[in-house]
């Protein structure tokens, strides 16, 4: 992204401050107070089938019954399944957006927990290769719900896609879902390998989900995390563990997240101590907090 161009962005964004919204669908906006800073949280972890999507939705549910504004953008461009876990029937998505046929506040619906979702857009481009028209059309959606929102979650595809690159670099959390499977601690080592020595990401967050116990669960972070931290230049942070769970499955069958369908479970509980983990974290200040920041980063190309 060009310099003149982000710093447009700033200056959208401190004229943005004081511009009153009152659009319906717009999550509520503590009046008198300036806007606080976004939290962006990429869910990731090399092999699919880990619990991404789980995760993700589990956490914003969460996050949300903390009290946080959150939104859940499905960035799993192949495999979209948010909607499908939450029981939502989407019409529109990103893909409109970076069209200019409907605005982010359009594509966003509700959906249960108090969770806003953005659903996934198929066959969307790397973010860096989007056209100007493109690229402007999703800066101004984003600008617009600036303010308006405490932590936006992304669940990202399996894999190192592109896109998974892109949205990793441009949040300021990369949670790294693993179980004990050999192939997906082979893989999350893969996804942080490129993101550290490509990118230069250096912090990871990791999460161990479908595990016996949470003893196993930092087992398992334990030979993980030495592994990376021996063969590459990162910090891998033990974030916690999700155990497996018969009643998150059943929750799966009734399309709705195990944190509201089956509070009480295991897994429930899990997810709640880590929101509250999270919740616990240092807002983030400066520019990165911003979502004009994220959306900067987002654009950035390759190697920059
Ligand atoms: N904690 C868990 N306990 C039991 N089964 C789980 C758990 N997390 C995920 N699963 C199972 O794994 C499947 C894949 O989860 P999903 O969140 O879709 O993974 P991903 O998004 O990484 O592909 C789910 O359909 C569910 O059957
Ligand atoms: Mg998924």
């Given at each position: 992204m060009h310099n003149d161009q982000a710093a447009g962005l700033r200056a959208m964004?401190?004229?943005?401050?004081?511009?009153?919204?009152?659009?319906?669908?717009?999550?509520?906006?503590t009046s008198g107070r300036p806007p606080k800073p976004?939290?962006?949280?990429?869910?990731?972890?090399?092999?699919?089938?880990?619990?991404k999507t789980n995760v993700s939705v589990n956490l914003s549910v969460s996050l949300a019954q903390l009290g946080n504004r959150v939104l859940l953008m499905d960035a799993d461009m192949g495999l979209a399944n948010v909607d499908i876990m939450l029981g939502l029937q989407t019409k529109y998505n990103l893909a409109h957006v970076l069209d200019g046929e409907k605005t982010l506040r359009e594509v966003m619906v509700d959906a249960p927990g108090g969770i806003k979702v953005i659903p996934a857009a198929s066959g969307v481009k790397r973010m860096a290769q989007l056209s100007t028209a493109e690229n402007a059309g999703i800066i101004n959606a984003f600008s617009e719900i600036d303010g308006f929102l405490d932590i936006l979650v992304i669940d990202t595809a399996a894999g190192i896609a592109d896109s998974v690159v892109s949205f990793c670099?441009?949040?300021?959390?990369?949670?790294?879902?693993?179980?004990?499977?050999?192939?997906?601690m082979t893989d999350a080592y893969a996804l942080i390998k490129v993101l550290s020595k490509e990118y230069n990401l250096t912090k990871f967050k990791l999460l161990a989900n479908m595990v016996r116990t949470e003893k196993h669960g930092l087992m398992l972070y334990d030979k993980f995390s030495k592994v990376c931290e021996q063969f590459l230049d990162v910090y891998i942070d033990y974030l916690g563990t999700v155990p497996f769970d018969h009643d998150l499955r059943e929750a799966i069958q009734r399309q709705t997240p195990v944190t509201i369908a089956k509070p009480n479970s295991e897994s429930a509980k899990a997810f709640r101590k880590i929101a509250a983990e999270i919740n616990n974290w240092p807002i983030p200040t400066g520019i990165t907090g911003y979502l004009q920041f994220f959306v900067e980063r987002l654009f950035q190309s390759q190697n920059s």
């Open positions: 964004q401190s004229s943005q401050t004081s511009a009153p919204v009152s659009e319906e669908s717009a999550p509520k906006k976004v939290r962006v949280l990429a869910v990731a972890s090399g092999k699919g089938g880990v619990g670099r441009a949040s300021q959390d990369v949670i790294v879902v693993v179980n004990d499977e050999p192939a997906s």
